[in-house]
Each structure stands twice: as C-alpha cells, then as structure tokens.
Nanobody
Framework: QVQLVESGGGLVQAGGSLRLSCAASGRFFSNYVMVWFRQAPGKEREFVGAINWGGGTNYADSVLARFTISRDRAKNTMYLQMNNLKPEDTAKYYC???????????????WGQGTQVTVSS
C-alpha cells in the first residue's frame, strides 16, 4: 500500500505564494509519476501538473509559468510552488501517484487526503 500526505495549504491573498508538499511512504517506488490535481466546490477534479521519475514536468495551461513542481527522490517528496495566486486557484489540492503519466484522475490509484488552498481577492 502507498500512503501520500499533503501539507502546506492555507489562506493567502491574491498575488501571494504557497508551497505544498506531498510525502510518499509505504510501497512507493521512486520511479512513480507524481501529480497534483485540484477540486473546487461543485467542479470536477482538475489536473494541475505532474512530474516523472526523471524530473520531466507537465502543467495545465491555467497554471503554466505560475506553478512549479519539483521532487526530492531521496525523500519521496513532491512539491508544488505556487506563485501569483489567483482567487480561481482556490480548491482542495490532491497529490496522486502511479506508474504512468495521465492527466485524468482515473489514471491514478494512489491519492492523498488533500490540502485546502484559499486565495482571497
């Protein structure tokens, strides 16, 4: 079993920054793809960005140039640096992991519980 635990969410004003972390444990393999999704109330879970075992990244257009994903393979931890936050970034942010890259939520077996990010205008 794989455990994923997110942290770092909170309340921030528009234009501010936050850094989220996702720590993996259990039967987690360092070559797994790790990904961030987010879900706002009443909306579907939305792909934010992903990072593969080699450090290659893929981002949704809505966060490109504002969000950066990184990964510390030694710590099995992924980070999401979010800059220039906007009210529309308000959502619960989830990390997920699995063997292959996908931009849809059904492509991932392992999920964290999520961390809330609220951006005030």
């Amino acid at each position: 079993q794989v455990q994923l635990v997110e942290s770092g969410g909170g309340l921030v004003q528009a234009g501010g920054s936050l850094r989220l972390s996702c720590a993996a444990s259990g039967r987690f393999f360092s070559n797994y793809v790790m990904v961030w999704f987010r879900q706002a109330p009443g909306k579907e879970r939305e792909f934010v960005g992903a990072i593969n075992w080699g450090g290659g990244t893929n981002y949704a257009d809505s966060v490109l140039a504002r969000f950066t994903i990184s990964r510390d393979r030694a710590k099995n931890t992924m980070y999401l640096q979010m800059n220039n936050l906007k009210p529309e970034d308000t959502a619960k942010y989830y990390c997920a992991a699995d063997a292959t890259m996908s931009v849809v939520a059904t492509g991932y077996r392992y999920w964290g519980q999520g961390t809330q990010v609220t951006v005030s205008s």
